[in-house]
């Protein structure tokens, strides 16, 4: 399903300006709090009108501005999980699905009972179907909440931050199985989200908003590896970012890394402004060219990785067991970086 929209909003804070042209199945809208990704997905649903601007969904006109096009959010065909799952507090889990089932009314009240049941059991909550839903936990809350989305069988699916309020287990488990069940019913999801790995692992397309502005959007991959801006970079998670003094096409001074000289793949024109190493992406051996010495160094752990900072102020990420309890042996006098593993940006 094709997807077109061009919202433009004023908001007290900043100005809505988010635009996008795609044919993905699954979307991302990747970006800090207070950016307008939930402002973005109220105007696709009709839940907020633009001031300006045009939605499109598989040639189908929801808003035009200039026509004066506006469909109701009840008949847009699209189904919105809230961040707070918004269920029906008064209603059982059962009576929660029955509802969208009528609402969508297609067929008697024996076929809304079927269907109610054959979504109970695809999404096993036949257990807790008379449960109420102060009594469910955060993914039985979840899976409710999307049963009864998916009950209406709706064309787009907008989930606004569905993984925000569940601890950390269980928002892992949580996307694997939402991947299932997009997967199974076969819909068009734009997920939003403030969580960059959550939308990298959901989405092959991204777009990503800034105080309300598109600064970059392409598939999530391209995205990821080629960020183009500053702040492109810093919501794709790039920790090592840096002003430049350009030497020549291929060379520069990081001003921000005790003046060290980088050689780049890419060729820098008068557009750049700085560069970005990925933490992960330096190779621990001097092989001769972006040789870097890491000096006294800072380190800390997690679980599963080291963190080391050079004496220049490199973030350098290295993988760790749970058993390993000292790396300092393992730090070398150099470590290097691939010319065309260096991100430049405007």
């Excluded at 092959?204 to 502005?213: A, N």
């Excluded at 598109?214 to 500053?230: C, R």
Aim: hydrophobic share 35%.
């Amino acid at each position: 399903m094709r997807i077109e929209f061009d919202i433009k909003k004023r908001y007290k804070d900043f100005y809505l300006d988010a635009s996008l042209k795609c044919d993905s199945k699954r979307i991302g809208i990747l970006g800090a709090s207070g950016c307008g990704k939930t402002q973005t997905l109220m105007s696709l649903a009709g839940l907020v009108r633009p001031d300006e601007g045009r939605i499109v969904t598989d040639g189908r006109v929801l808003f035009d501005k200039r026509s004066k096009t506006d469909i109701s959010p009840g008949k847009r065909n699209i189904g919105y999980l809230f961040q707070n799952y918004a269920l029906f507090p008064n209603m059982t889990v059962e009576e929660n699905i029955k509802a969208a089932v009528r609402g969508a009314g297609r067929g008697t009240k024996d076929d809304a009972k079927n269907k109610t049941g054959q979504i109970l059991e695809t999404f096993e909550l036949t257990g807790i179907r008379s449960h109420m839903p102060r009594e469910l936990s955060g993914g039985q809350q979840q899976r409710t909440a999307l049963a009864r989305m998916l009950a209406c069988d709706p064309q787009l699916l907008l989930l606004d931050e569905p993984f925000s309020a569940l601890d950390t287990f269980m928002r892992e488990a949580l996307r694997l199985e939402l991947i299932r069940i997009l997967d199974r019913y076969d819909k068009t999801a734009i997920l939003v989200s403030h969580d960059r790995d959550e939308i990298y692992q959901m989405c092959d397309y991204l777009l990503l908003l800034d105080r309300g502005r598109v600064i970059a959007h392409g598939p999530t991959d391209e995205v990821f590896s080629h960020p183009k801006t500053l702040s492109a970079a810093r919501l794709t998670g790039c920790k090592n970012i840096s002003r430049i003094e350009r030497i020549d096409d291929h060379r520069f001074r990081a001003l921000d890394w005790h003046s060290i000289e980088l050689v780049t793949g890419q060729r820098i024109d008068s557009k750049i402004k700085y560069a970005g190493i990925r933490a992960h992406d330096f190779c621990p051996k001097a092989n001769g060219i972006n040789v870097i010495p890491t000096g006294h160094t800072r380190i800390s752990r997690l679980p599963f990785e080291w963190y080391v900072i050079t004496e220049n102020g490199l973030w350098w990420k290295i993988p760790r067991t749970l058993n390993e309890e000292d790396i300092c042996s393992y730090v070398p006098q150099y470590i290097s970086i691939d010319p065309d593993k260096i991100l430049l940006m405007e």
